[in-house]
């Protein structure tokens, strides 16, 4: 049985290039948090142990999150919403005047 040809209208998809800049912001973001703890008197250890939970706490979301949106057939509408949540929050940090 012949496969369904990919559409060629790259317009459809074009959202998915917005993956870039906001896992650049965020690479960026965990960099300069790491600087901040060292600035403050934390050690190699401390960045490493936020690093660790870091990770321990992505990899089940991304699990748990991924199967909603496969399940629901909204991607995009899934990644508008995680989006938003991104600015706000690093909205909010710019307020912040100490921790």
Known sequence: ??????????????????????????????????LYILQLGGTVIDVALLTTIYNVMLIPSSIFWGSITDRLSRRRLFFIISYVGIAVIFGLMLLLQNI
């Open 1 to 34: 049985m012949p496969q369904p040809e990919p559409k060629k209208n790259g317009r459809r998809n074009r959202w998915v290039w917005t993956v870039l800049p906001v896992n650049g912001g965020i690479t960026a973001f965990n960099v300069m948090l790491s």
